[in-house]
């Protein structure tokens, strides 16, 4: 299995496999981590920041993430760097330091996905429930085929960052190696969002 050193940049949300995240970036050490990475064309890791809600400090990243590849940078109306980037592979954390300008950085091990595998009959609900938003959001992704809404992974996926669900529930969604098993999960938890 790969393993490479990454810069890691803990949020509070879950980035999926091409999965879109615009960030706002102001602090320092983030800065030069966009500018180090649009300059070697290298990826940086995203990972779920577990929050002690008690005392509202920021807690460990969790164990796994995804790593984000820039695609495009601007500047925002408030002056600040406005980031366009695209999730990629997702990684296992192995182990992790504090530079000495407070990035936190982590030596990965990438998590190979299953091939590539059809929606099972009985998820079909799934992809149909996707199609909608796609109809709402589908200018967000650009590389979005109908073909896509057959991939079990890409289903899964776009549903975990779609839907109003938890972080821990989308963490959760992202650690699970089997694209059926995460429509499982998705479909067990589709009655939330059924209007009264």
Excluded: N
């Excluded at 990972?47 to 790593?67: K, M, S, V």
């Amino acid at each position: 299995m790969k393993r490479i050193e990454v810069p890691l940049f803990p949020l509070r949300t879950v980035l999926f496999p091409e999965g879109l995240l615009p960030l706002r970036i102001f602090e320092r050490r983030y800065l030069d981590m966009v500018r180090d990475c649009a300059r070697d064309d290298a990826p940086f890791g995203v990972c779920l920041r577990h929050d002690d809600e008690e005392t509202a400090t920021p807690g460990e990243p969790a164990q796994t993430g995804t790593l984000a590849r820039i695609t495009d940078w601007y500047t925002l109306e408030d002056g600040l760097l406005g980031v366009s980037a695209t999730g990629a592979e997702r990684f296992a954390r192995e182990e992790t330091w504090r530079d000495p300008d407070g990035l936190l950085r982590a030596r990965v091990r990438l998590l190979p996905e299953p091939p590539r595998t059809a929606v099972p009959e009985a998820f079909a609900l799934l992809s149909e429930v996707l199609d909608r938003f796609m109809d709402k959001v589908g200018e967000h992704y650009p590389q979005f085929t109908p073909e896509h809404l057959q991939d079990a992974a890409w289903v899964g996926y776009r549903l975990a960052e779609l839907l109003p669900i938890s972080g821990i529930e989308k963490q959760h969604l992202l650690e699970l190696d089997d694209p059926v098993g995460r429509l499982q999960v998705l479909l067990e938890i589709m009655p939330r969002f059924q209007r009264e």
